[in-house]
Each structure stands twice: as structure tokens, then as C-alpha cells.
């Protein structure tokens, strides 16, 4: 069938988070499996035109009139990516913003225009389109606008973080020109605001999110973002499908990141690689010593409250160990940064690299023994899975898609890959982190099976990209 994907960002291309790695992952999976796919995306000015070729010309109409814009395309990978040229997106420096904290003032109307672009290209296009398949909250007004323009197509809206919803004032739904409808808003009466992800679930045929558990999560007050009660009534068509990894770039056995390749079957790179990392980073180079590592944005939802604040600073406490070791990644939240820095003073186990690099990433998911990932919410998580793939066993919190990839050793020690806090808390982080350390150096012979399970996961496109085929079947049949 033909399928196209709405995206405001799509590996390689553009990105800013983990949504463009699932278009740039998820839509050559599908076209392995003999679907037609384009993914549909603003051309935004950082993009290399190089291999690109002109396309449809067109008008959409906006409160201003008929707005002319553009198209160019590239194949890669039998995915046909489709850019969408206005000066909205050619002529800025970022996708959303200029800096992550510095969103552009008319991002209701670029993405309106985006959104109402979207049957308009598929006109001007000919093409014969069975599904569009629209993500996250810049794609969200895609349904109403093809339902508005009475094209008769399936769609899907799928949520990647619901807590981004694409939020703004009523009265910038005046800029596209159209009537919306009520349903589109949130919010109590005399407050009412435009809410584009709201947008994609009120009219969507099918809802998806990227983890059977976070799917579940989402239906209760605490996680619902204020949603849960419409994702409540939507439950039969809201299906959790499992993000994939992709298994090139993050492979222990060819990683282009570090020399040190090691697969399933002789783990000898990764012991080397951890010797490397501990000497250049200042630890002390002892393999009995079990290495930690986190690389995440330094924030609250990645659990750093719990890991500093609070009576019960509980990083400060492990530390004091001289059988932990703690390598994190990352930037973020300044106040945070500041007290990792200032622990860091005081304890030599513990490093801290405020920055980011593809290098020092997949070395330290490479090296470390475990990878550290007290998360609020997750949902579905990457790092678990490459953490996974590399034989460096995760310490998580069960929510959302780290519920759904790893099992507990506590538990289930004949079939686990990790070890998971029930809740999250500094007693919590405190009690995994030790279960490990024991586990790592009582349990040599238990350790090496689990590290053997966690490298032998399926955490591949394949299956996932199966259960959207299906997902899609069934409302082509329907």
C-alpha cells in the first residue's frame, strides 16, 4: 500500500530528538516489507539539497491567500523523502526554535501551513495515497485538513511524548483561514486554546504510541497530560506498538565510534574498551569494579531530583562506595549541572562530561557495565535498548517502554536482562544500583548469562514495522 509520513523532523535529515530517529528507522522498514513510503517533511535551511530533484509546485490557502510553496525529493533507502519549501522553514536556523529554549514565535502557523499542505501536495502529487500516518503534535491538524478537503484517506496519529502538545492561543487558528472544530480545543470555557496534538487524536482514525506500557500509562491521570480522559474513551483504537533500534549505527561489532569490536560470542573488545574508558576518563582502572554510566538530558524526568535532591541525596551515598563507578553524559538542567560538578570534586568515581558527542556516547554505552536510567516517564526509551544490545545491563524504573524491554534479575533470574525499581524514589535508585553491584560481584557466572540474554533481544524495526502493517490492514479492509 502507499503510506505517507508526516514529520516536522526525519533522520538524516533533520533532528532534534528521538521522533526523527523512528521516521528515519521505521519508514525503510516498511519499505522492505514492499510498502510504498514517503515521508512528508518541512526542507528546513541546515538540509544538504545534494541528491535532491525538483517537485510539485502548488498553493495552499492560508487567512493571507494563496500561499505558494514548493516541493523537492530524494530516495534513500526506498523511502522517497519529501520536502516541503516555504520560507517558514528555508529561511530559519532551527526546527523549532533558534535554541531548544527559544521556540519561534509563529510556530502555530508554520506548522498550520505544514499541516494544511499536506492534501494539497497529495493533489498536486496524483498519488494514491492509502494511509497517512501523522506524528506527534506539529502533524496533528493533518486529519482535520484531509477531512476538510474531502480526501478520502485513512490516518494514523501516532504520540511520542504526549507531554509535548502544541499548545497555543485560540486565536491563532484564524491564520490557516478555516473554521475548526471545537474538539480541537482544551482547556475550561473562556480559556480555551488550540491544542494540535488534541487535534490528532480527536480525529485520526488510529492512535498509536511507541510502547505497549506507555500506551496504558497515558490513560491514567498521572501520566495523561491532561488527556487521559479522551485517550480513556479512544482506548479501542489506541495500540502500543514497540519502537525498534537501528541495528547499523549502534552494533558492538562494527561501531565506527571505538576499535574495541566485541560481539555475543567473544566479549573481549568490551573489556578493553571499558580499560580504555576508565584510564582516559581518570577512574581507577579496575575490572572488579563495576562501571555505571548515564547519558541523558540532565533534568528532572531523567530522575536527577531523586538522584540529588531531597533528604536523601542518594548519589552522594553511593559514592562513598569504593565499588561504584558513575560516567554521565549529558546537559541540561543548570542547577543540576552545578551539583554533579561540585560531587564530582569530592568523589573520583565520579566523572562528569557536560556535552554531548556521538564518540564518547557510544563508547560509554560500549564500556560500562551497567547503564543508569531512573526515568519519571519513558515512553519507549532508546538507550535501554542500545544499553541492551551492548551487553551493558540496564537500572531502570518499570514505566513506559523500559517496562516493556527489560526484566528484572531480582525476579527473574533465570530469564533477566536488568534490574527494575518499582517506583521512583532515592530509596529506590539506592536499592537497584546496590542489587547490582551485588549481582556483579557475587554472581560472575549469573552475570555472563545475563549479559548473553540482554545482546540476544530482538530490538530490531522488523517486528515493530510487521505490527503497523497489520494496524494499517486493518483499516484498508475496514
Given at each position: 500500500?502507499?503510506?505517507?509520513?508526516?514529520?516536522?523532523?526525519?533522520v538524516?535529515?533533520s533532528?532534534?530528538?528521538?521522533?526523527?530517529?523512528?521516521l528515519?528507522?521505521?519508514?525503510p522498514?516498511?519499505?522492505?516489507?514492499g510498502?510504498?513510503?514517503?515521508?512528508f517533511?518541512?526542507?528546513?535551511?541546515?538540509?544538504?539539497?545534494?541528491?535532491?530533484?525538483?517537485?510539485?509546485?502548488?498553493?495552499?490557502?492560508?487567512?493571507?491567500?494563496?500561499?505558494?510553496?514548493?516541493?523537492?525529493?530524494?530516495?534513500?533507502?526506498?523511502?522517497?523523502?519529501?520536502?516541503?519549501?516555504h520560507?517558514?522553514?528555508?529561511?530559519?536556523?532551527?526546527?523549532?526554535?533558534d535554541?531548544?529554549?527559544?521556540?519561534?514565535?509563529?510556530?502555530?502557523?508554520?506548522?498550520m501551513?505544514?499541516?494544511k499542505?499536506?492534501?494539497?501536495?497529495?493533489k498536486?502529487?496524483?498519488?494514491?495515497c492509502?494511509?497517512?500516518?501523522?506524528?506527534?503534535?506539529?502533524?496533528?491538524?493533518?486529519?482535520?485538513?484531509?477531512?476538510?478537503?474531502?480526501m478520502?484517506?485513512?490516518?494514523?496519529?501516532?504520540?511520542?511524548?504526549?507531554?509535548?502538545?502544541?499548545?497555543?492561543s485560540?486565536?491563532?487558528?484564524?491564520?490557516?483561514?478555516?473554521?475548526?472544530?471545537e474538539?480541537?480545543?482544551?482547556?475550561?470555557?473562556g480559556?480555551?486554546r488550540l491544542n494540535?496534538l488534541?487535534?490528532?487524536?480527536?480525529?485520526?482514525?488510529?492512535?498509536?504510541?511507541?510502547?505497549?506500557?506507555?500506551?496504558?500509562?497515558?490513560?491514567?491521570e498521572?501520566?495523561?497530560?491532561?488527556?487521559?480522559?479522551?485517550?480513556?474513551e479512544?482506548?479501542?483504537?489506541l495500540k502500543?506498538?514497540?519502537n525498534?533500534m537501528?541495528m547499523?549505527?549502534?552494533?558492538?561489532?562494527s561501531?565506527k565510534?571505538?576499535?574495541?569490536?566485541?560481539s555475543?560470542?567473544d566479549?573481549?573488545?568490551?573489556n578493553?574498551?571499558?580499560?580504555?574508558v576508565?584510564?582516559?576518563?581518570?577512574?581507577k582502572?579496575d575490572?572488579?569494579?563495576?562501571?555505571f554510566?548515564?547519558?541523558?538530558?540532565?533534568?528532572?524526568?531523567?530522575?536527577?531530583?531523586?538522584?540529588?535532591?531531597?533528604?536523601?541525596?542518594v548519589?552522594?551515598?553511593?559514592l562513598?562506595?569504593?565499588?561504584?563507578?558513575?560516567?554521565?553524559i549529558?546537559t541540561?538542567?543548570?542547577?543540576?549541572e552545578?551539583?554533579?560538578?561540585?560531587?564530582?570534586?569530592?568523589?573520583?568515581?565520579l566523572?562528569?562530561?557536560?556535552?554531548?558527542?556521538?564518540?564518547t556516547?557510544h563508547?560509554?554505552?560500549?564500556?560500562?557495565?551497567?547503564?543508569?536510567?531512573?526515568?519519571?516517564?519513558?515512553p519507549?526509551?532508546?538507550?535501554?535498548m542500545?544499553?541492551?544490545?551492548y551487553?551493558?545491563?540496564?537500572?531502570?524504573?518499570?514505566?513506559?517502554?523500559?517496562?516493556?524491554t527489560?526484566?528484572?534479575?531480582?525476579?527473574n533470574?533465570s530469564?533477566?536482562t536488568?534490574?527494575?525499581m518499582?517506583d521512583?524514589s532515592?530509596?529506590?535508585?539506592?536499592?537497584?544500583?546496590?542489587?547490582?553491584?551485588?549481582?556483579?560481584k557475587?554472581?560472575?557466572?549469573?552475570?555472563?548469562?545475563?549479559i548473553?540474554?540482554?545482546?540476544?533481544?530482538?530490538?530490531?524495526?522488523d517486528?515493530?514495522a510487521?505490527?503497523?502493517i497489520?494496524?494499517?490492514?486493518?483499516?484498508?479492509?475496514?
Amino acid at each position: 500500500m502507499n503510506i505517507l509520513m508526516v514529520s516536522s523532523e526525519a533522520v538524516p535529515f533533520s533532528k532534534s530528538g528521538g521522533l526523527a530517529d523512528v521516521l528515519g528507522s521505521l519508514s525503510p522498514a516498511l519499505a522492505k516489507k514492499g510498502e510504498v513510503v514517503r515521508v512528508f517533511m518541512p526542507m528546513y535551511s541546515f538540509i544538504d539539497r545534494k541528491g535532491f530533484r525538483k517537485g510539485p509546485r502548488f498553493t495552499v490557502p492560508m487567512l493571507n491567500g494563496e500561499v505558494a510553496v514548493s516541493t523537492v525529493s530524494r530516495k534513500l533507502d526506498g523511502v522517497e523523502y519529501v520536502g516541503l519549501e516555504h520560507p517558514y522553514f528555508t529561511e530559519r536556523s532551527g526546527i523549532y526554535g533558534d535554541t531548544s529554549f527559544t521556540p519561534y514565535a509563529d510556530n502555530a502557523e508554520r506548522f498550520m501551513l505544514f499541516a494544511k499542505a499536506v492534501p494539497y501536495y497529495l493533489k498536486a502529487a496524483e498519488w494514491n495515497c492509502d494511509i497517512v500516518h501523522c506524528h506527534d503534535w506539529t502533524a496533528g491538524l493533518v486529519p482535520f485538513y484531509l477531512k476538510d478537503c474531502q480526501m478520502k484517506v485513512h490516518t494514523v496519529f501516532t504520540i511520542h511524548n504526549l507531554a509535548y502538545q502544541g499548545d497555543f492561543s485560540r486565536f491563532d487558528t484564524v491564520l490557516g483561514g478555516d473554521r475548526i472544530p471545537e474538539e480541537v480545543f482544551s482547556g475550561p470555557a473562556g480559556g480555551r486554546r488550540l491544542n494540535m496534538l488534541k487535534a490528532g487524536l480527536e480525529l485520526a482514525d488510529k492512535i498509536t504510541t511507541v510502547s505497549p506500557t506507555y500506551a496504558e500509562e497515558i490513560q491514567t491521570e498521572r501520566y495523561g497530560c491532561g488527556l487521559d480522559w479522551l485517550l480513556r474513551e479512544r482506548k479501542e483504537d489506541l495500540k502500543g506498538i514497540l519502537n525498534g533500534m537501528d541495528m547499523h549505527e549502534w552494533n558492538p561489532r562494527s561501531d565506527k565510534f571505538f576499535p574495541e569490536h566485541y560481539s555475543v560470542k567473544d566479549r573481549s573488545g568490551k573489556n578493553e574498551l571499558k580499560a580504555r574508558v576508565q584510564k582516559e576518563y581518570g577512574f581507577k582502572e579496575d575490572p572488579n569494579i563495576p562501571l555505571f554510566t548515564m547519558i541523558s538530558r540532565i533534568a528532572d524526568q531523567k530522575g536527577y531530583g531523586e538522584l540529588l535532591g531531597g533528604n536523601h541525596p542518594v548519589l552522594e551515598e553511593l559514592l562513598y562506595q569504593e565499588n561504584f563507578q558513575l560516567l554521565v553524559i549529558g546537559t541540561g538542567d543548570k542547577h543540576y549541572e552545578e551539583k554533579l560538578k561540585e560531587a564530582e570534586k569530592r568523589h573520583d568515581n565520579l566523572v562528569v562530561n557536560i556535552a554531548f558527542s556521538s564518540v564518547t556516547a557510544h563508547e560509554a554505552e560500549g564500556a560500562a557495565d551497567f547503564f543508569l536510567m531512573p526515568s519519571r516517564y519513558e515512553p519507549c526509551g532508546l538507550n535501554q535498548m542500545y544499553s541492551l544490545h551492548y551487553g551493558t545491563l540496564p537500572v531502570a524504573h518499570r514505566t513506559g517502554g523500559l517496562a516493556d524491554t527489560i526484566i528484572d534479575i531480582t525476579a527473574n533470574p533465570s530469564t533477566g536482562t536488568g534490574f527494575l525499581m518499582e517506583d521512583l524514589s532515592s530509596e529506590s535508585i539506592s536499592d537497584a544500583v546496590n542489587r547490582a553491584i551485588r549481582y556483579y560481584k557475587e554472581n560472575r557466572e549469573g552475570m555472563e548469562k545475563a549479559i548473553t540474554r540482554a545482546m540476544t533481544v530482538d530490538l530490531s524495526w522488523d517486528k515493530s514495522a510487521g505490527e503497523y502493517i497489520e494496524l494499517y490492514n486493518t483499516l484498508s479492509k475496514g
